[in-house]
């Protein structure tokens, strides 16, 4: 069948990265492609706030070097949630320097990202030697990278030959990288005439979700589940001050917020597969 209309479930079974299984698995099982990004600063309200959303969510994403009182039992108790909840964690890093420094970064340091994220992303900037560093920490580790195709803010500079680049690059390096943050669906992208494409079934995650306001005056720009996930044929919606709002201590709206983007993305899902 097209490769946007096939399932999530129907796919799980052809990726072999351990990461990529897991999520497509953990989608169809919870019927859910929403992914919660976690933006707050205190361990409180980021454990809090994973807590209420567990039960809605595909994926969890962090910016664990936001947290001012991290400590390593931040990680158990993530760790914990995402056994109790069912998710897949996403730490955002966005990787940026040469193979050996990102490789060390990714390992290393005082959070130690590899041991713990099933997830990762990278920019395509240094090349494929990126790619080839965080490898050699995560692949052993069954880890899984997506790269940074395409940015929902305002005057992205990742767009055009730099976007086509990107696909090229995880092409190459297909046990590893998993497919990309984009705005839209990847498969054929920046490929030559005789490339056969139509089997490479690239993960595409997209931020800059929101169903309320179009932007956040600081760049970043939203556009709907319906846009992302059935028009732009995207595979997980990245929501998080839609979800969480500025205050982590309104539970019962948190969880109405929650339910309502989990919904609004799987009918997107269900649009698209149907014949
Ligand atoms: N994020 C984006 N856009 C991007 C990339 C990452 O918004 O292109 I790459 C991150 C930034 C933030 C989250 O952690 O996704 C979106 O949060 P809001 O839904 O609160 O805007």
Same mark, same amino acid.
């Given at each position: 069948?097209?490769?946007h209309r096939r399932t999530y479930a129907q796919r799980a079974l052809?990726?072999?990265?351990?990461?990529?299984?897991?999520?497509?698995?953990?989608?169809?099982?919870?019927?859910?492609?929403?992914?919660?990004?976690?933006?707050?600063?205190?361990?409180?309200?980021?454990?809090?706030?994973?807590?209420?959303?567990?039960?809605?969510?595909?994926?969890?994403?962090?910016?664990?070097?936001?947290?001012?009182?991290?400590?390593?039992?931040?990680?158990?108790?993530?760790?914990?949630?995402?056994?109790?909840?069912?998710?897949?964690?996403?730490?955002?890093?966005?990787?940026?320097?040469?193979?050996?420094?990102?490789?060390?970064?990714?390992?290393?340091?005082?959070?130690?990202?590899?041991?713990?994220?099933?997830?990762?992303?990278?920019?395509?900037?240094?090349?494929?030697?990126?790619?080839?560093?965080?490898?050699?920490?995560?692949?052993?580790?069954?880890?899984?990278?997506?790269?940074?195709?395409?940015?929902?803010?305002?005057?992205?500079?990742?767009?055009?030959?730099?976007?086509?680049?990107?696909?090229?690059?995880?092409?190459?390096?297909?046990?590893?990288?998993?497919?990309?943050?984009?705005?839209?669906?990847?498969?054929?992208?920046?490929?030559? +005439?005789? *490339?056969?494409?139509? &089997?490479?079934?690239?993960? %595409?995650?997209?931020? #800059?979700? $929101?169903?309320?306001? !179009?932007?956040?005056?600081?760049?970043?720009?939203?556009?709907? +589940?319906? *846009?992302?996930?059935? &028009?732009?044929?995207?595979? %997980?919606?990245?929501? #998080?001050? $839609?979800?969480?709002? !500025?205050?982590?201590?309104?539970?019962?709206?948190?969880?109405?917020?929650?339910?309502?983007?989990? &919904?609004?993305?799987?009918?997107?899902?269900?649009?698209?597969?149907?014949?």
């Open positions: 069948s097209e490769p052809h990726h072999k990265n351990p990461a990529a299984k897991l999520l497509l698995e953990t989608i169809e099982r919870k019927q859910s492609n929403l992914a919660v990004s976690v933006d707050v600063a205190s361990t409180k309200d980021f454990l809090a706030i994973i807590d209420v959303v567990g039960p809605f969510v595909c994926l969890v994403k962090t910016h664990i070097d936001i947290i001012e009182d991290f400590t390593p039992s931040l990680i158990t108790d993530l760790q914990a949630l995402s056994a109790k909840h069912d998710f897949v964690i996403f730490e955002d890093r966005k990787f940026a320097d040469i193979g050996n420094t990102v490789a060390l970064q990714y390992s290393s340091g005082v959070h130690k990202i590899a041991s713990w994220s099933h997830l990762t992303n990278a920019h395509p900037v240094p090349g494929p030697s990126i790619i080839t560093g965080l490898s050699s920490i995560g692949l052993p580790l069954g880890r899984g990278l997506l790269l940074l195709a395409e940015m929902s803010t305002k005057g992205s500079l990742a767009s055009g030959s730099y976007t086509e680049a990107a696909v090229q690059m995880a092409r190459a390096h297909r046990d590893f990288v998993v497919g990309f943050i984009a705005q839209r669906r990847m498969d054929g992208v920046g490929a030559g +005439p005789n *490339e056969a494409t139509t &089997e490479e079934d690239f993960l %595409v995650l997209t931020p #800059g979700v $929101g169903l309320d306001v !179009k932007g956040d005056g600081m760049g970043q720009q939203y556009r709907t +589940p319906r *846009e992302v996930v059935l &028009e732009s044929g995207s595979d %997980v919606i990245i929501v #998080g001050r $839609g979800i969480y709002g !500025k205050d982590p201590s309104l539970v019962d709206n948190i969880v109405a917020q929650a339910k309502r983007y989990k &919904e609004e993305g799987w009918a997107a899902y269900l649009a698209r597969i149907e014949p």
